[in-house]
Structure formats: structure tokens, C-alpha cells
């Protein structure tokens, strides 16, 4: 049974950081891109930030670019969401993903297995 599993989430406040988690079991993890993704309240779930299942090419968004950064130890199966300079529009749920290809995507379908989100709140 593959399971991702995020944590790391919480309430901070604008200008703070926060590192998610995301681990991953049941899963050859070395062979799957990883992404992350967030929804906020009545909007779509948008891509953040993705690495390629070796770690050596990362995607982000231009929302998060110079803020955010994704890394991966496929020693521990866990990829991680290192988010700094946060603004109270990165408020949403955060989830990863897993995609089993050499590279990650910036579409939510192209996904095999999703977490099940950590809150990220920051406040002005």
C-alpha cells in the first residue's frame, strides 16, 4: 500500500519559514518525480515546486521562485519543501505527490499518488 505521508505544517507568520516533509512507503521511491501542490479555500490545486526522481532538476512556480526550495534523500524516501520569505498568500493546503517518471509535472493528473495535505497558515 503506498502511502505519502506530509508534515512540517502549521501557523507562521509573514517574513517566517517552514520545512514540510513528505515520506513516502509502499513505493520504489528512488524511480518517482515528486511535486508539491497547493489548494487554498475555492481555488484550484496548483502546482508550488517539483524534482526529478535523481534530485538533479527541480521546476517551481514564478509565485515561489527565490523562496521556495524542494530536495529529496531517496536513502529516507522522504522529499522536503523548504519555504521561506512566506506571504499570507501561500496559505493553503499543501500536498505532495509522486509521478512515476524520470521527471516531475506541473499537472495534477499526471500524478499517481497523492498525501493526504498539511495546513500551512501565515498570518499578516
Known amino acids: 500500500q503506498v502511502q505519502l505521508v506530509e508534515s512540517g505544517g502549521g501557523l507562521v507568520q509573514t517574513g517566517g519559514s517552514l520545512r514540510l516533509s513528505c515520506a513516502a512507503s509502499?513505493?520504489?521511491?528512488?524511480?518517482?518525480?515528486m511535486g508539491w501542490f497547493r489548494q487554498a479555500p475555492g481555488k484550484e490545486r496548483e502546482f508550488v515546486i517539483g524534482i526529478s526522481r535523481s534530485g538533479s532538476i527541480t521546476d517551481h512556480a514564478d509565485s515561489v521562485k527565490g523562496r521556495f526550495t524542494i530536495s529529496r534523500d531517496n536513502a529516507k524516501s522522504t522529499v522536503y519543501l523548504q519555504m521561506n520569505n512566506l506571504k499570507p498568500e501561500d496559505t493553503a493546503v499543501y500536498y505532495c505527490?509522486?509521478?512515476?517518471?524520470?521527471?516531475?509535472?506541473?499537472?495534477?493528473?499526471?500524478?499517481?499518488?497523492w498525501g493526504q495535505g498539511s495546513q500551512v497558515t501565515v498570518s499578516s
Open positions: 509502499g513505493l520504489p521511491f528512488s524511480l518517482y518525480a
Open positions: 505527490a509522486a509521478r512515476v517518471n524520470l521527471m516531475e509535472a506541473t499537472t495534477p493528473s499526471e500524478y499517481h499518488h
